[in-house]
């Protein structure tokens, strides 16, 4: 059977795709990133914005036009939002809900294999995210931000068992990965359901999975406790942090529901920077949120600039059926917000560049994840994208490089 992988959305999609992908190869089933000729197609699907559902139902349907004997199987938040106005789960085969995942899995090889052992009986490896090792350590948020509508789609947070995570780091680890990447839809609010922490995994994931570097995904401001600041800056823990900050206005804050404000904020930067100077700080901003003000909107922008953030995505808000904040009242004009986001997203390409520009003749560690005809890209620890001319790299492992130059996006290497 040849499944073919769609995702969109969050990392955390990523790492749920990532793990059935190598569990269906296991067992001998081909899986490649949109594959040429599959049998069935599976979609992770987002649902974080309107514009995220309409991509849903263009890949659905655009599916179904170029491959129309494959069966399509649709999963993540888009099913289990019980407001997109034109869902696509009538375009599908059929649909997991998020809390049914998991059962994906056997429902595939089950159709493999009606009845008995594998007609492909050689386990291969996946075509699917071979550089890095995405490792969902928690699910779900208890948190309860007015433009959201993930912690009900993702349930209440809860946390993978620390054994079996161990279990899996170092599984990545014998397979060749460089890189382990801890993903979760809430992650910093690992392990409160079993009395842990997200710096008690580390600690022992740094001991479980060496030598591969460990990368944190995005963690909200208010879940760093000190014990976690602690470790920035630790040796194999990547000099890469991305702390969504959405606005830089405490009264936009409240609007949104946020758990820290402005002050909050930059002293936590402050003191992940005295930790690890050279850290990579990328974040989550949303412009046009109800009730932003000019002055809202500038307290944003002075306080990137403080944070020197070296990458930042750049949402327009756009109301969400089923979430709190389309009733505050108060909305930004579509022509303000995206004249806002497109003051923002220039502020963010000139940061960036600023950032990049420091690491011009300097060591960098980077992981190799794509081959050109010509080229090998790869990221670095502190998170920029590095290309150099092609000596036979192989994908996923760490080499340092010095590069000499800007490329069009992100470094060079001679
Ligand atoms: S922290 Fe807020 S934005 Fe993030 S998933 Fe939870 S409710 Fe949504």
């Not at 959405?246 to 402005?262: E, T």
């Not at 936590?268 to 100077?277: E, G």
């Not at 990049?356 to 794509?370: H, M, N, S, Y």
């Not at 150099?388 to 192989?394: I, M």
Request: glycine share 8%; charged share 25%.
């Amino acid at each position: 059977m040849r499944v073919s992988i769609h995702t969109l959305g969050c990392k955390v999609n990523f790492a749920e795709m990532a793990e059935l992908a190598d569990r269906l190869a296991r067992a001998g089933v081909e899986v490649h990133e949109d594959h040429p000729d599959p049998d069935v197609c599976v979609i992770n699907s987002c649902s974080v914005t309107a514009q995220a559902d309409r991509k849903v139902r263009t890949l659905v349907h655009g599916l179904r036009r170029r491959h129309p004997r494959a069966r399509v199987l649709l999963t993540g938040c888009h099913v289990d939002n019980p407001h997109p106005r034109a869902s696509a789960v009538e375009a599908a085969d059929v649909a997991f809900p998020n809390a049914r995942k998991r059962e994906i899995a056997d429902y595939l090889l089950a159709m493999q294999h009606p009845s008995g052992p594998a007609q492909s009986p050689v386990p291969g490896r996946s075509g699917f995210a071979r550089s890095r090792y995405f490792l969902k350590v928690q699910d779900g948020c208890d948190h309860r931000c007015t433009y959201c509508i993930v912690w009900r789609t993702r349930g209440a947070s809860s946390s993978e068992p620390e054994e079996q995570l161990l279990e899996r780091a170092r599984r990545a680890v014998s397979e060749g990965y460089g890189e382990i990447v801890l993903t979760g839809v809430d992650l910093g609010s690992f392990g409160r359901d079993r009395g842990r922490s997200l710096a008690g995994l580390l600690e022992r994931l740094l001991e479980a999975a060496a030598p591969a570097r460990l990368r944190l995904s995005s963690i909200n401001a208010n879940d760093f406790t000190p014990a976690l600041v602690e470790l920035v800056g630790a040796q194999r823990i990547c000099r890469h942090l991305h702390v969504p900050l959405q606005s830089g206005s405490d009264r936009v804050l409240k609007r949104m529901g946020r758990l820290y404000r402005r002050a909050g904020y930059l002293d936590l930067v402050a003191a992940l920077r005295a930790r690890a100077p050279d850290l990579a700080l990328t974040t989550d901003v949303i412009v046009g949120f109800p009730g932003e003000s000019a002055e809202d909107f500038e307290q944003t922008r002075a306080l990137a600039r403080e944070a020197a953030f070296s990458g930042m995505h750049v949402f327009r808000y756009s109301p969400r059926a089923g979430t709190a904040a389309p009733r505050l009242g108060l909305p930004v004009d579509d022509p303000v917000a995206r004249e806002r986001s497109a003051v923002l997203q220039e502020q963010a390409r000139i940061q960036q560049r600023a950032y990049e520009a420091r690491f011009i003749g300097r060591p960098l560690q980077v992981v190799w994840d794509r081959e050109f005809p010509a080229r090998v890209r790869g990221l670095s620890d502190n998170y920029i994208t590095v290309f150099a001319p092609r000596r036979g790299q192989a994908l996923g492992t760490v080499d340092t490089v010095r590069p000499l130059a800007a490329a069009e996006q992100g470094l060079l290497c001679a």
